[in-house]
């Protein structure tokens, strides 16, 4: 169960990312 909370949380984590690695991108 542990490892899939952290799974859970971890892929919620790189969704929350997205936006902030577009926009890097962007300036890149």
């Known amino acids: 169960p542990d490892r ?3 799974a ?3 892929f ?3 969704i ?3 936006p ?3 926009k890097l ?3 890149l």
């Open 8 to 10: 859970l949380v971890t």
């Open 12 to 14: 919620v984590d790189i």
């Open 4 to 6: 899939d909370e952290k």
């Open 20 to 22: 902030q690695l577009s």
């Open 25 to 27: 991108m962007l300036i």
């Open 16 to 18: 929350r990312w997205f």
